[in-house]
């Protein structure tokens, strides 16, 4: 194999990495998010439990029903980001140790 050919392959090798790991962030990005958006009606619902004596919920039916509903649904969303992403950083991190095993150079740069 001739200079440039080992010297284009080297380049190859390297952008797939850097796409790979560029992926990784994306869903640790997605992670975090998943996380926030789980985490906001934890919030809520705790602020309720902490004021509950200073209202009936009889009275507020109407508007707790609705508010619980919303939490749930942030509460699923949340979820499945956490589920998702973690799914796919497992795959990330086999297809980096793939790179690593199938080019040593890559494992000395990436340690």
């Known amino acids: 194999m001739s200079e440039s050919e080992e010297t284009k392959s ?17 869903w640790l990005a997605t992670l975090r998010t998943g996380i926030a958006v789980f985490a906001l009606p934890l919030s809520v619902l705790g602020l309720l439990i902490a ?5 009936d919920v009889m009275q507020v039916l109407n508007w707790l029903i609705p508010l619980l509903v919303i939490c749930g649904t942030l509460a699923v969303l949340g979820s499945y980001l956490i589920v998702r992403s973690i799914v796919h950083l497992h795959r990330q991190d086999r297809l980096i ?3 690593k095993k199938e080019h040593s150079q890559m494992a000395k740069l990436m340690d």
């Open 10 to 26: 080297d380049a190859i090798l390297i952008n797939e990495a850097q796409l790979v790991l560029a992926e990784k962030r994306t």
């Open 97 to 99: 140790l793939k790179l």
């Open 51 to 55: 004021t509950s004596r200073y209202y």
